[in-house]
T-cell receptor
Framework: GAVVSQHPSRVICKSGTSVKIECRSL??????MFWYRQFPKKSLMLMAT?????????EQGVEKDKFLINHASLTLSTLTVTSAHPEDSSFYIC???????????????FGPGTRLTVL | TQLLEQSPQFLSIQEGENLTVYCNSS?????LQWYRQEPGEGPVLLVT?????EVKKLKRLTFQFGDARKDSSLHITAAQPGDTGLYLC?????????FGKGTSLLVTP
């Protein structure tokens, strides 16, 4: 149980276009989803925390107008990278927490990640 | 954001050797987690340690949480090529996970 999927797994786009990445909790309801960014052989950097039905909370330094997050249901959150540029190329990973879990932070289930390459 | 330092950053050993990875912080965490990540995939949770001084074992992996809950270690006994990957520690800080920079482990046959 507690499987999180991401789609697509890989995407290549031209500079200036927008890309949408989906994060789904397949067999559980997720009140909170997190979006991370990871550079090659580097750690995961939290970008934003997304709660179902409300606006996402962005970490310092993350442009909310560039990285649009929508969490419309308890099983789906989307990250849209708007007007993508080569520096946005990265590995984007989402995680989801079980609704009603005892501790939101330490019950995160991670998706397999999406590799974004902007040409 | 509370910083977590991991050492070593890279480690290349031969099959059968033992190794220890360290995760240190100046901050106290309510709990700490260790993850293993393979290239192109998301991290997979190995263990959560909660109590200061706690020791948990997962087959050949031994995890220890420092008494002050600021640091942790991961010890692998008789490493195997299948242990190759990026090992990440993450401190639980309220609703978020603060990840260390990771230790990239390569175990060669």
């Amino acid at each position: 149980g507690a499987v999180v999927s991401q789609h697509p797994s890989r995407v290549i786009c031209k500079s200036g276009t927008s890309v949408k990445i989906e994060c789904r909790s397949l067999d559980f309801q997720a009140t909170t989803m997190f979006w991370y960014r990871q550079f090659p052989k580097k750690s995961l950097m939290l970008m934003a925390t997304s709660n179902e039905g409300s606006k996402a909370t962005y970490e310092q330094g993350v442009e909310k107008d560039k990285f649009l997050i929508n969490h419309a249901s308890l099983t789906l959150s989307t990250l849209t990278v708007t007007s993508a540029h080569p520096e946005d190329s990265s590995f984007y990973i989402c995680s989801a927490t079980l609704a009603g879990g005892p501790s939101l932070a330490d019950t995160q289930y991670f998706g397999p990640g999406t590799r974004l390459t902007v040409l | 954001t509370q910083l977590l330092e991991q050492s070593p950053q890279f480690l290349s050993i031969q099959e059968g050797e033992n190794l220890t990875v360290y995760c240190n912080s100046s901050s106290v965490f309510s709990s700490l987690q260790w993850y293993r990540q393979e290239p192109g995939e998301g991290p997979v949770l190995l263990v959560t340690v909660v109590t200061g001084g706690e020791v948990k074992k997962l087959k050949r992996l031994t995890f220890q949480f420092g008494d002050a809950r600021k640091d942790s270690s991961l010890h692998i006994t008789a490493a195997q090529p299948g242990d190759t990957g990026l090992y990440l520690c993450a401190g639980v800080d309220g609703y978020a996970l603060n990840f260390g920079k990771g230790t990239s482990l390569l175990v060669t046959p």
